[in-house]
């Protein structure tokens, strides 16, 4: 029956629960790494400018990786690819960990592990229906969601706790066994599978390219909808990245700031949770439209320059509704597309949030520098309502007579 897959019917499933805490593993390591990567620079340099330089590493070459590299989880056995990536990723944090490491050298290392995350993160969750099977994919993309968010707000509050007891090496170290213990969860729980694009090599007007991806991701209105749908959610969680300026408006600190950043992963615990367990799998990629409405309507509150206390349960509203998008946005996507061409696709999506999400605070800063903080995410707000508006539209007329791709 539609909608009764529970979170046990899923951890039922002995792949899954391999491929689940290993990411745990993964997601919580990394966040250590952030934390003491942060630590390390700063402590050996002194230099604010090279610890976000540091910290952008973590994150910037990710989006060359979903352009170019993405195609691996196509073209090779997605399992195998996981291990070694996780394997690789161990060996290059081990050589970060090194005392005394030249900082290019730590630039290149850091840069390089993630080149590497979108390729992984690719080759998973396009295996999870392969695993699952389509009737349990929603509910386990919603787990992973679950501990994606989870891990990560473990992993910075643990990475402050162990660099104050030990330093900021073992918590490298630490991070670097956590790929390690993930690449042998993988090699010794999941069932080997061949190439996915193995059986299509051959077939007239596949092309390995990032041009076929993106044909496959506007490939019809339905598509277009979701993969705009997804990006917007980026744009509309702009109040992450202007976390400091908005506190400041209304006179706060640090301790502001932090209960500003800690909104949109609380609220995307709470939403993931609520959606997942409560709303029947078959009507949840009909609701796509209005929850887009009320992941951006939130943000736009922000022009009224409301009180920290309200502007900080707004965002955890918006983190709640926003994450449920991007959730049900990838679970409708990864289902429409054909296996031979899942991971590649996946990855230029994912590429596209990441440069949403770097680029909205880049233009709302702009525009705050000529009004105030408020005013600026409270205009993203308005134009992430009338873009969601106007997707949710397309979404309703394209979702009924939609192809489904089964794994």
Not at 149 to 174: H, R, T
Request: hydrophobic share 55%; proline share 6%.
């Amino acid at each position: 029956m539609a909608g009764a897959v529970s979170y046990r019917d899923v951890f039922r499933v002995p792949e899954f629960r391999a491929m689940w805490l290993a990411e745990l593993q993964s997601v919580a390591g990394d966040q250590l790494a952030r934390v003491a990567l942060s630590v390390l620079v700063f402590a050996d340099t002194g230099s604010a400018a090279l610890t976000g330089l540091t910290y952008a590493l973590t994150f910037v070459p990710s989006l060359l990786g979903g352009l170019f590299l993405t195609s691996l989880a196509d073209r090779f056995p997605r399992r195998d690819l996981i291990m070694w990536i996780d394997g690789l990723r161990g060996c290059l944090i081990l050589l970060v960990a090194i005392p005394a490491m030249p900082f290019w050298s730590l630039c290149v290392l850091v840069g390089i592990v993630s080149l590497l995350q979108p390729v992984f993160k690719s080759a998973q969750v396009a295996l999870l229906p392969d695993v699952l099977g389509e009737e349990r994919f929603s509910t386990g993309m919603a787990i992973r969601s679950i501990t994606i968010q989870s891990a990560q707000m473990a992993g910075f509050a643990g990475g402050g706790l162990l660099i104050a007891i030990f330093n900021p090496y073992v918590v490298l170290v630490l991070d670097a066994l956590t790929f390690f213990g993930s690449a042998i969860l993988i090699r010794a729980r999941l069932a080997p599978r061949p190439a996915a694009d193995r059986a299509a090599a051959g077939a007239p007007g596949v092309r390995r390219t990032g041009q076929s991806a993106w044909g496959l991701l506007f490939a019809d209105p339905g598509m277009r909808a979701l993969t705009l749908m997804l990006w917007l959610m980026a744009l509309v969680a702009v109040y992450e990245g202007m976390a400091a300026p908005y506190a400041a408006l209304f006179g706060g600190g640090s301790v502001a700031v932090g209960l500003i950043l800690a909104a949109d992963p609380l609220g995307s615990v709470i939403g993931a949770f609520l959606f997942s367990k409560f709303v029947p799998e078959d009507r949840r990629p009909g609701l796509l439209g209005p929850l887009s409405i009320a992941a951006a309507a939130p943000v736009a509150v922000c022009l009224l320059r409301p009180n920290l206390v309200i502007s900080i349960l707004l965002f955890v509203i918006a983190g709640a509704f926003g994450t449920i998008v991007v959730m049900q946005t990838t679970t409708s996507m990864t289902l429409r597309l054909p296996d031979a061409r899942r991971g590649q696709a996946i990855g230029v999506s994912n590429s596209g949030l990441t440069t949403a999400t770097g680029v909205s605070p880049l233009f709302a800063g702009l525009l705050a520098d000529r009004t105030n903080a408020a005013t600026a995410i409270g205009w993203f707000g308005v134009a992430g309502t009338a873009a969601a508006l106007l997707l949710a539209l397309v979404w309703f007329r394209a979702n009924r007579s939609a192809p489904v791709h089964t794994p």
